[in-house]
């Protein structure tokens, strides 16, 4: 049969809104200067590996190494696989590369950023192509290095991102050995309730019972609140790490809820796992998910190397976004009328020089041939929430003319320090929050 070749694939999508496309380039930008601050380095992997690499590493019990990996076979009759996630494709290239010991200059914090596969039923939130960006911690095994992963997401999310209501939620898993007990555990306890799973938890429950914890059926959740939590029956030293995090996290004012349910999915982690949520996003409501991971790169390597990280789900934090856009009242656009005869160049000369000093804040320049009453006209489509307007009165005394769209308020001829001082309420948003009344972005128009 013939397909529609007009018609993408099922599960993928094309980005042409143009809010999604600022946020995007924004998100990048973030995530970038963050990353420097950190002093973590960037990796850029491929996207195809050995389908064995993960296979191995991720655990064939899994969702993703059971059925969710784009594998085919290549010309030369090897399986490779489109990547389903960034750590192990990390992990290869760092043992590949040799990056991971302290020798000279070598860095051992990286992060990644770009698409992953996954063949997964497509719904809110999930699809088969979407972009993860990642940080990972190698040769770290200290309380604080699982503290400071943390504090980056939190400062990703609550101070960069203003998503001031995602909720993280942290359990720890331990060793493999409390892993093991307690699936016995959650074994036992199944016994009685063995008519309520399908067969596919019944199949989870044979292999990997911890993962039924995180399941989304809300008749399981329930009868598995019954449950003793898992932090409670932890070796000693697993346990003692977990308070002394909480406890971290506690003296450093980060809020989180201690969760039996948060197990992650792969295979390869322990001890401390965490994931952030948001309330928005209904089922699949993970923003982000990461924890400890000690023994992978061994799996993978041969060589003893513990590691922490988290992976970011990009589309999902947009999704987050674009709701908080929705809401919001305030934006960082300020629109320059030019309207000038004389010296028009010096507007556009402190127009740069406002750019400079502000950051954060749009200055969009209306086409300053047409007369001030257009000039207005373009302005409004834009829908900012100040005017700046330079004429040759401006120009001669050195001062300046704002309008604040929000209270109608005129400011005329005030001077430079007074205005530093009313953009300087307006540098705080790193991503332009466009208003919702109007359905344009800085002259674009938003579908
Ligand atoms: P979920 O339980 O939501 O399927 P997961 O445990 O499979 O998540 P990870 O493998 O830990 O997720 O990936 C980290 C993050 O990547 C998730 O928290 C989520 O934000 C995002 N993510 C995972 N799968 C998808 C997908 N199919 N589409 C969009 N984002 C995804
Ligand atoms: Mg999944």
């Given at each position: 049969?013939?397909?529609?070749?007009?018609?993408?694939?099922?599960?993928?999508?094309d980005?042409?809104?143009?809010?999604?496309?600022?946020?995007?380039?924004?998100?990048?930008?973030?995530?970038?200067?963050?990353?420097?601050?950190y002093?973590?380095?960037?990796?850029?992997?491929?996207?195809?590996?050995?389908t064995?690499?993960f296979?191995?590493?991720?655990?064939?019990?899994?969702?993703?190494?059971?059925?969710?990996?784009?594998?085919?076979?290549?010309?030369?009759?090897?399986?490779i696989?489109?990547?389903?996630?960034?750590?192990?494709?990390?992990?290869r290239?760092?043992?590949?590369?040799?990056?991971?010991?302290?020798?000279?200059?070598?860095?051992?914090?990286?992060?990644?950023?770009?698409?992953?596969?996954?063949r997964?039923?497509?719904?809110?939130?999930?699809?088969?192509q979407?972009?993860?960006?990642?940080?990972?911690?190698?040769?770290?095994?200290?309380?604080?290095?699982?503290?400071?992963?943390?504090?980056?997401?939190?400062?990703?999310?609550?101070?960069?991102?203003?998503?001031?209501?995602?909720?993280?939620?942290?359990?720890?898993?331990?060793?493999?050995?409390?892993?093991?007990?307690?699936?016995?555990?959650?074994?036992?306890?199944?016994?009685?309730h063995?008519?309520?799973?399908?067969?596919?938890?019944?199949?989870?429950?044979?292999?990997?019972?911890?993962?039924?914890?995180?399941?989304?059926?809300?008749?399981?959740?329930?009868?598995?609140?019954?449950?003793?939590?898992?932090?409670?029956?932890?070796?000693?030293?697993?346990r003692?790490?977990?308070?002394?995090?909480?406890?971290?996290?506690?003296?450093?004012?980060?809020?989180?809820?201690?969760?039996?349910?948060?197990?992650?999915?792969?295979?390869?982690?322990?001890?401390?796992?965490f994931?952030?949520?948001?309330?928005?996003?209904?089922?699949?409501?993970?923003?982000?998910?990461?924890?400890?991971?000690?023994?992978?790169?061994?799996?993978?390597?041969?060589?003893?190397?513990?590691?922490?990280?988290?992976?970011?789900?990009v589309?999902?934090?947009?999704?987050?976004?674009?709701?908080?856009?929705?809401?919001?009242?305030?934006?960082?656009?300020?629109?320059?009328?030019?309207?000038?005869?004389?010296?028009?160049v010096?507007?556009?000369?402190?127009?740069?020089?406002?750019?400079?000093?502000?950051?954060?804040?749009?200055?969009?320049?209306?086409?300053?041939?047409?007369?001030?009453?257009?000039?207005?006209?373009?302005?409004?489509?834009?829908?900012?929430?100040?005017?700046?307007?330079?004429?040759?009165?401006?120009?001669?005394?050195?001062?300046?003319?704002?309008?604040?769209?929000k209270?109608?308020?005129?400011?005329?001829?005030?001077?430079?320090?007074?205005?530093?001082?009313?953009?300087?309420?307006?540098?705080?948003?790193?991503?332009?929050?466009?208003?919702?009344?109007?359905?344009?972005?800085?002259?674009?128009?938003?579908?």
């Amino acid at each position: 049969m013939t397909k529609d070749t007009t018609k993408i694939i099922r599960g993928f999508k094309d980005i042409y809104n143009d809010l999604e496309i600022k946020l995007l380039v924004d998100f990048e930008t973030i995530i970038s200067n963050i990353s420097k601050q950190y002093g973590i380095n960037e990796l850029r992997p491929p996207i195809l590996e050995r389908t064995e690499l993960f296979e191995r590493s991720i655990g064939t019990d899994t969702e993703i190494g059971n059925k969710e990996m784009y594998s085919f076979e290549d010309k030369n009759s090897e399986s490779i696989s489109l990547r389903p996630e960034g750590t192990v494709t990390c992990v290869r290239c760092v043992i590949e590369n040799n990056l991971i010991y302290d020798r000279g200059i070598k860095r051992k914090k990286y992060w990644y950023y770009g698409p992953m596969f996954r063949r997964e039923r497509p719904q809110k939130g999930r699809f088969r192509q979407f972009n993860q960006f990642g940080i990972e911690y190698f040769g770290f095994d200290d309380i604080n290095s699982d503290l400071e992963v943390i504090m980056f997401g939190n400062r990703l999310f609550k101070k960069e991102l203003g998503i001031k209501d995602a909720k993280l939620h942290i359990n720890s898993i331990g060793n493999a050995e409390d892993r093991k007990k307690y699936g016995d555990t959650i074994k036992s306890f199944l016994k009685k309730h063995t008519k309520i799973l399908t067969e596919d938890q019944k199949k989870t429950l044979n292999r990997n019972p911890i993962r039924l914890l995180d399941t989304k059926s809300e008749t399981l959740r329930e009868i598995l609140y019954e449950l003793p939590n898992l932090i409670d029956m932890l070796s000693i030293k697993s346990r003692k790490r977990v308070e002394d995090l909480l406890e971290k996290l506690n003296q450093s004012n980060i809020e989180y809820i201690l969760d039996n349910s948060i197990v992650r999915g792969l295979d390869y982690y322990n001890d401390t796992v965490f994931e952030w949520k948001h309330k928005s996003l209904g089922s699949q409501d993970a923003i982000c998910a990461g924890g400890r991971y000690d023994s992978l790169v061994n799996k993978i390597g041969k060589i003893d190397v513990p590691a922490v990280g988290f992976a970011v789900g990009v589309e999902r934090v947009l999704l987050v976004l674009r709701e908080s856009y929705k809401n919001a009242k305030e934006n960082n656009i300020v629109v320059i009328i030019n309207y000038a005869k004389k010296d028009s160049v010096k507007c556009l000369m402190k127009t740069e020089k406002l750019r400079d000093q502000f950051n954060k804040i749009v200055f969009y320049s209306t086409n300053s041939s047409s007369t001030l009453d257009k000039q207005y006209k373009q302005a409004e489509k834009i829908n900012p929430n100040y005017i700046l307007y330079f004429g040759d009165e401006e120009v001669r005394s050195d001062k300046y003319t704002i309008k604040i769209l929000k209270d109608g308020i005129k400011h005329e001829q005030i001077s430079e320090s007074e205005l530093i001082e009313i953009l300087k309420r307006i540098n705080k948003w790193a991503i332009n929050i466009p208003k919702k009344k109007k359905n344009f972005y800085l002259g674009l128009r938003i579908i």
